[in-house]
């Protein structure tokens, strides 16, 4: 499919350094972007959809890089069916499992837990749940595990390593096992911040030197953060990937966001949302935590936006995140919401109100056109100026 999104007022990259694109129109094909810049009437005429956003902003589709999946888009935590699907109607593109912890009676032996990634994985291979893209099967770090049961994860395509939540007496006793996932390409990642379900023991700053792992998860907690005095030892003692979530500290999020800026290391600032979990489904998590960093740290929205998408996407290597030629044609239209004080969706989060979700495109396809059923209604009409394909992009009503 070919798909030009048309009459653009402004295109955020998901580049925090080079944060816009000059040009009114993005043109997608083979789920590829093949052009952003300003409209070419021929190439739109080729288009099998055009969409019209009548003056909303384009953005990369967000990255949640801390989604608690099971099997299918189920969640036992909550026992709500559905959520990852609901999710794209807060503009989340693609989703990054934070490990299938909560599968019920989750295996903790060798074999189950190599068993439990490599079936994950292979389970969203090929289902995109509502367009979305998820990238399932992280390896839960569990004592036992040998050098060559990591030979055999990575031979069948296993690619995501998770500490925490292991059965180890000490955090430090994981040291080994993030080597050897890291030796074979593995984005590994570490729980920071107190115990989140029975058993488990809380990770501080110490431990994340120690253990050097690629992600410091839920850095800001999931729910609960690690103490104050290890915020700047991370950012200037190490080059761990820092993630702020929705379901943690909102306090020591806006902090360390001042932080990594003062440190000239934002590229490591990720956003996520740590969920579903005791915090519950939050389709809008991604978009809220943009807003209250826009707003009350006083990022800029520009920058809080690359923090859920192009950053999180250099971090585990994606080529979705961004708006250029040759990435992933995932792209939302987001607007100011109708009946709310601004005028753009910008300026609306800056001034701490979720934007509207227009319109979402993943792989290149339109999966919905007009309205979310999570967000209030835009205040432009972002509409299918013309299509070829016989289906209805309608977004549902509440």
Not at 7 to 14: A, F, Q, S, Y
Not at 341 to 347: E, L, Y
Not at 368 to 391: D, H, K, Y
Request: charged share 20%; aromatic share 6%; glycine share 10%.
């Amino acid at each position: 499919m070919k798909t030009g999104l048309t009459n653009l007022r402004t295109i955020i990259t998901g580049d925090w350094r080079q944060p816009f694109a000059n040009g009114d129109t993005i043109v997608m094909e083979s789920g590829k972007i093949v052009h952003v810049g300003t409209a070419d009437t021929k190439m739109l005429d080729g288009c099998d959809v055009v969409i019209d956003a009548d003056g909303a902003v384009a953005i990369p589709g967000l990255i949640d890089s801390h989604v608690h999946i099971t099997f299918g888009d189920y969640t036992p935590r909550q026992k709500t069916v559905g959520f990852l699907e609901s999710y794209t109607h807060g503009g989340v593109s693609t989703a990054i499992t934070a490990s299938e912890v909560h599968v019920p009676g989750r295996p903790k032996d060798p074999e189950g837990v190599k068993a439990l990634a490599v079936a994950a994985l292979k389970s969203f291979q090929n289902w995109r749940p509502g367009g979305m893209r998820v990238h399932a099967g992280s390896i839960l770090l569990e004592p036992g595990l040998t050098e060559a049961d990591f030979d055999e994860l990575a031979s069948r395509g296993v690619w995501l390593a998770k500490a925490g939540f292991g059965a180890f007496k000490s955090p430090y006793d994981y040291k080994p096992m993030i080597k050897w996932a890291k030796d074979r390409g593995m984005v590994t990642t570490v729980h920071t911040g107190g115990s989140s379900i029975p058993g488990s023991s809380g990770i501080w700053a110490e431990h994340i030197l120690a253990l050097d792992p690629d992600v410091s998860f839920h850095v800001n907690g999931g729910p609960i953060a690690m103490p104050d005095e290890g915020f700047p030892r991370l950012v200037n003692e190490s080059e761990v990937a820092l993630q702020v979530c929705t379901a943690g500290n909102l306090r020591t999020a806006l902090w360390l966001s001042r932080l990594v800026c003062d440190a000239n290391q934002f590229d490591r600032f990720l956003i996520a949302t740590d969920t579903p979990t005791g915090s519950g489904i939050m389709p809008l998590g991604m978009m809220y935590t943009i807003t209250h960093l826009a707003s009350l740290a006083d990022l800029p929205v520009e920058w809080a936006i690359a923090a859920a998408t192009g950053n999180n996407a250099k971090t585990y290597r994606l080529n979705s995140g961004f708006i250029a030629p040759g990435r992933d044609a995932d792209v939302v239209v987001i607007d100011a919401c109708s009946g709310g004080s601004k005028n753009d969706a910008m300026s609306a989060l800056a001034n701490g109100d979720i934007a509207a979700v227009s319109a979402l495109v993943t792989d290149g396809v339109p999966r919905f056109v007009g309205r979310s059923r999570n967000t209030p209604e835009g205040i432009r009409r972002v509409r299918i100026a013309r299509s070829n394909v016989m289906q209805d992009f309608s977004g549902a009503a509440h």
